[in-house]
């Protein structure tokens, strides 16, 4: 299993962007799939990303397809999170999260989470 960090939350205005960090510990030598999932006030978690292991799939939900980019460098044992021309929707806490492959990922049964990083858009 392994142990999640993120970084490159922050307070941004509409139309700006973040790069989010998801930095991995532990079993890095093992193939792992991330995600980002993010959680407002009020609201159920959704699912935002997924990347597998090689970085050749990757999946984005609706909300921020043409948005939002994921991608990985598993030299580093880090995921990013691209986040470009920010919505106020979009301010969430944001949490990357790792499994063995994407479906358990999107099934939202992932063997670990990070702590999460708060994004907030203002208008």
């Known amino acids: 299993q392994v142990q999640l960090v993120e970084s490159g939350g922050g307070l941004v205005q509409a139309g700006g962007s973040l790069r989010l960090s998801c930095a991995a510990s532990?079993?890095?030598?093992?193939?792992?799939?991330v995600g980002w999932f993010r959680q407002a006030p009020g609201k159920e978690r959704e699912l935002v990303a997924t990347?597998?292991?090689?970085?050749?799939?990757?999946y984005g939900a609706d909300s921020v397809k043409g948005r939002f980019t994921i991608s990985r460098d598993n030299a580093k044992n880090t995921v990013y999170l691209q986040m470009n021309s920010l919505k106020p929707e979009d301010t969430a806490v944001y949490y990357c999260?790792?499994?063995?492959?994407?479906?358990?990922?999107?099934?939202?049964?992932?063997?670990?989470w990070g702590q999460g990083t708060q994004v907030t858009v203002s208008s």
């Open positions: 999260a790792a499994g063995g492959n994407t479906v358990q990922l999107r099934r939202g049964v992932p063997d670990s």
């Open positions: 532990g079993r890095t030598d093992s193939t792992y799939a």
């Open positions: 990347i597998n292991w090689s970085g050749g799939s990757t």
